[in-house]
């Protein structure tokens, strides 16, 4: 098998430490088995997404080193794409819309029934048709019915990272408690949401080892869900550890003193920031 990887930046801010750790173990994985490094920019947020993060993250990747197959994909000129696969789940009466907003949700969670998870969608919207659906309502995935739907399929999904190494099986069961009816549309700019975006186009572009951080392992089994919903096998995933400040906080991109762009104007070079990374 061809390995096939992805970096996947949101152009929201510039890159950090923590990007460039991921970037480079995706890079180096591809580049050590003669496979091929993609990349891909999940530009969805119209409105945070700029045009000079782009150039400065495209920068940035070649100054360190990171070379792609490719020209780089771009979430906002496919749009389309994602909503044709939003169209499949719909059209199987597999959602409904919600107009609930955060603060709807928080209320609703603040006396939460006896045995439910407060952070779990309280189902205000749930009785409502999709025929109903009005501008500003977000999409939500009818658990119940998406497991129904899968009933008698084994869901799993291999794990290659080392802290969570393994293979784990999907159960319905927990999936019904613990995440319930997760939002798939998105209500500003109607498309996908995020993390059904980036596993639609990890099938597209023939990903076959997802490389992130271990911060987003939580969204694996629902990724791996919505992929066999729509009829694709999941890829193989590698969960890695995150990059931490002092307080043993992870890196954010408001965090602008850990910039990749800063450490280069204030003389670092490329080995130092491997060295920081630990990567060299």
Not at 54 to 67: E, K, M, P, S, V
Not at 199 to 206: E, L, P, S, V
Not at 224 to 235: D, T, W
């Amino acid at each position: 098998m061809s390995i096939v990887t992805r970096f996947a930046p949101s152009p929201t801010g510039p890159l950090h430490l923590g990007h460039a750790y991921s970037a480079l173990i995706a890079h180096d994985m591809a580049r050590k088995h003669g496979g091929q490094f993609l990349l891909r920019f999940e530009d969805t947020d119209l409105e945070r997404s700029k045009p000079e993060y782009i150039a400065q993250i495209l920068d940035d990747l070649t100054w360190i080193g990171i070379t792609w197959d490719g020209d780089p994909l771009f979430q906002s000129a496919h749009l389309d794409v994602y909503n044709q696969e939003l169209d499949r789940l719909i059209s199987r009466d597999l959602t409904y819309p919600c107009r609930c907003s955060r603060k709807d949700i928080a209320a609703a969670s603040a006396a939460p029934q006896e045995g439910v998870p407060h952070h779990l969608y309280p189902q205000t919207c749930k009785h409502r048709l999709m025929s109903d659906r009005q501008a500003g309502d977000a999409i939500r995935l009818h658990m119940d019915r998406a497991c129904v739907a899968l009933d008698g399929e084994m869901l799993s999904y291999c794990e290659l990272g080392n802290i969570n190494k393994g293979t784990y099986y999907i159960d319905f069961d927990t999936l019904l408690r613990d995440v319930g009816d997760i939002v798939i549309g998105r209500k500003d700019i109607q498309t996908a949401a995020y993390f059904m975006a980036s596993a639609i186009d990890d099938i597209r572009q023939g990903i076959t080892h997802v490389v992130r951080g271990v911060d987003l392992f939580e969204f694996t089994q629902v990724q791996v869900l919505l992929l066999h919903l729509l009829g694709h096998k999941a890829p193989l995933y590698h969960h890695h550890g995150l990059i931490r400040d002092e307080s043993g906080k992870r890196l954010a991109k408001r965090d602008d003193a850990r910039a990749i762009s800063k450490y280069r104007s204030e003389g670092a070079s490329v080995n130092d920031i491997k060295e920081m990374v630990g990567v060299l």
